[in-house]
């Protein structure tokens, strides 16, 4: 289902709420805008399977673009807004978007126009800036008559890989009507997301996960009230406020809430929450025994990714009774494989594959990595990287993580590319980045740096590295500390042996 379903059930109910403000979107508001929005694309030569890309801070409008674009059978592309210029654009280069929508809220909004190739629609909200049309100016001279034909389009998110670039993630279109719905979103879900739903939604929107639990909230009817950003006491006001049901987190947002005083946690009434989803990042056992005994056990886990190749998902009765483990498949099959894609028994640690009958997904300009996250046999079973086992109740137990990938506070963070920019310096011999130890985030970024010979003065040294990188990188891909050594430890083909150096730091 979509809006325009909705819209003729319930028009004046609140689609959307703007937790920070209270600003509200009906579904006769919703269904009206996304509808001027498709046209609006579809007016300046836009057409299904052609691409967008949405670069925005937590806003509504967020939805009605999205809407706009899934009602019309376009790919939408969410950009990080916290990244660079240059990777803002490269991202909205490689997904070939013809139309990019951003915000003079966004700090890159401007630098990034010099960045792009051939993105000859710009739209902005709010402030007109650079060689930007009003996006609000435009939409209202749009029609609000659905288009004659309306395919259902979908996302194509972007995950950064071993090399460094990111790297899109294309499923194919069904070219079925949008009133069908959005592809693999049940009525019957297991987290009993319905049309009485009232999601609450902490996070960044262009995060997959945040952005796509609102898009299936939304298919299903529910409420979807928005944060402008994460904060640990406004999160369980609006729960009480609102009378949340819904919610998704990942654990650093738990650490936080936890972290609060005892007055400030008895302080709101939290009966109405039913359902508190997790993932992203691993949560510690004890986080999540903390969790349940305050919320009660209403803490969903699943394990997933992007690609949408497979899933599992977890009960909190479930996980009481196997801590630890993400669940059982959901979605596909799940195998473990040595390192040659022989099958494991229970218990035995390997690559996690997950088999359906076709692959879902493949990566956008990267048939390389397309090829490695598949199975060397069977075409159909596809990985995400990681290692774990089964149990010999087929619950997964994950053991390590992605080749090096650092998670921090939830986010995904791949050394390559800091890597790659800091060898830049003229200091700089070599350069390993990985992730260490952080007891709020889970980990956080190191880089141990072999120096060349005519640098000695490592102090200032570590705040001129720093400098570069912030100019080269996000915020949050920049090392917290730096640590100097002699010489890096790699193999005689050159490959660096990266365990040996995370040894130091990981009990």
Same mark, same amino acid.
């Given at each position: 289902m979509y809006p325009g379903h909705w819209s003729t059930i319930k028009p004046e109910s609140p689609a959307l709420i703007f937790a920070t403000t209270g600003e509200t979107l009906s579904w006769e508001t919703l269904d009206r805008r996304s509808i001027k929005a498709a046209h609006l694309m579809r007016e300046r030569g836009l057409e299904p399977g052609d691409h967008i890309s949405l670069l925005m801070e937590n806003d509504l409008k967020y939805f009605e673009i999205a809407w706009a674009a899934y009602r019309s059978g376009l790919y939408i592309t969410c950009i990080n807004r916290y990244l660079t210029a240059e990777e803002a654009a490269y991202i909205v280069n490689d997904s070939g978007s013809k139309a990019l929508f951003t915000s003079s809220e966004i700090e890159v909004s401007t630098s990034i126009l010099k960045h792009l190739e051939d993105c000859p629609l710009r739209f902005i909200k709010g402030q007109i800036q650079g060689n930007y049309e009003s996006y609000e100016d435009c939409l209202n001279a749009s029609s609000d008559r659905p288009l004659e034909e309306e395919p259902m389009g979908d996302s194509?998110?972007?995950?950064?890989?071993?090399?460094?670039?990111?790297?899109?993630?294309?499923?194919?279109?069904?070219?079925?009507?949008?009133?069908?719905?959005?592809?693999?979103?049940?009525?019957?879900?297991?987290?009993?997301?319905?049309?009485?739903?009232?999601?609450?939604?902490?996070?960044?929107?262009?995060?997959?996960?945040?952005?796509?639990?609102?898009?299936?909230?939304?298919?299903?009817?529910?409420?979807?009230?928005?944060?402008?950003?994460?904060?640990?006491?406004? @999160?369980?006001?609006?729960?009480?406020?609102?009378?949340?049901?819904?919610?998704?987190?990942?654990?650093?947002?738990?650490?936080?809430?936890?972290?609060?005083?005892?007055?400030?946690?008895?302080?709101?009434?939290?009966?109405?929450?039913?359902?508190?989803?997790?993932?992203?990042?691993?949560?510690?056992?004890?986080?999540?025994?903390?969790?349940?005994?305050?919320?009660?056990?209403?803490?969903?886990?699943?394990?997933?990714?992007?690609?949408?190749?497979?899933?599992?998902?977890? @009960?909190?009765?479930?996980?009481?009774?196997?801590?630890?483990?993400?669940?059982?498949?959901?979605?596909?099959?799940?195998?473990?494989?040595?390192?040659?894609?022989?099958?494991?028994?229970?218990?035995?640690?390997?690559?996690?594959?997950?088999?359906?009958?076709?692959?879902?997904?493949?990566?956008?300009?990267?048939?390389?990595?397309?090829?490695?996250?598949?199975?060397?046999?069977?075409?159909?079973?596809?990985?995400?990287?990681?290692?774990?086992?089964?149990?010999?109740?087929?619950?997964?137990?994950?053991?390590?993580?992605?080749?090096?990938?650092?998670?921090?506070?939830?986010?995904?963070?791949?050394?390559?590319?800091?890597?790659?920019?800091?060898i830049l310096h003229p200091a700089v011999q070599d350069v390993a980045v990985f992730g260490v130890p952080n007891s709020d985030f889970g980990e956080e970024v190191k880089a141990v740096i072999q120096l060349t010979d005519e640098f000695e003065d490592k102090e200032q040294l570590t705040d001129d590295l720093m400098e570069f990188a912030r100019e080269k990188l996000a915020a949050y891909k920049v090392p917290r500390t730096i640590d100097y050594i002699d010489e890096l430890p790699r193999l005689p083909t050159g490959k660096l042996y990266k365990r040996i150096l995370k040894e130091k730091y990981w009990p």
């Open positions: 194509m998110l972007y995950s950064s890989g071993t090399t460094g670039n990111p790297k899109g993630i294309k499923r194919p279109l069904t070219g079925a009507h949008v009133r069908e719905g959005i592809p693999g979103v049940e009525p019957n879900n297991r987290f009993g997301i319905n049309d009485q739903t009232i999601y609450l939604s902490p996070a960044p929107l262009y995060h997959a996960a945040p952005f796509g639990y609102c898009m299936r909230t939304l298919a299903l009817g529910g409420t979807v009230v928005v944060m402008d950003r994460f904060d640990a006491q406004l @999160s369980l006001e609006y729960i009480d406020k609102y009378k949340v049901t819904h919610s998704q987190w990942v654990p650093t947002m738990f650490i936080r809430m936890l972290k609060l005083e005892a007055t400030v946690k008895s302080k709101y009434d939290l009966s109405s929450h039913e359902c508190a989803i997790h993932a992203a990042a691993p949560c510690p056992k004890e986080i999540k025994h903390q969790m349940m005994d305050w919320w009660g056990p209403i803490l969903w886990e699943y394990y997933a990714g992007t690609e949408r190749n497979g899933s599992t998902i977890i @009960s909190p009765h479930e996980w009481l009774e196997n801590p630890g483990s993400v669940g059982r498949a959901h979605l596909g099959v799940l195998h473990i494989c040595d390192e040659n894609g022989n099958e494991l028994a229970a218990g035995e640690e390997g690559m996690v594959y997950f088999e359906q009958a076709t692959r879902s997904f493949e990566y956008h300009n990267a048939p390389e990595k397309t090829s490695s996250a598949t199975h060397p046999i069977n075409k159909n079973w596809t990985t995400l990287g990681d290692v774990g086992y089964l149990n010999k109740n087929g619950y997964l137990f994950l053991t390590d993580r992605k080749a090096y990938m650092i998670i921090s506070g939830g986010v995904n963070i791949y050394p390559q590319e800091i890597e790659d920019a800091l």
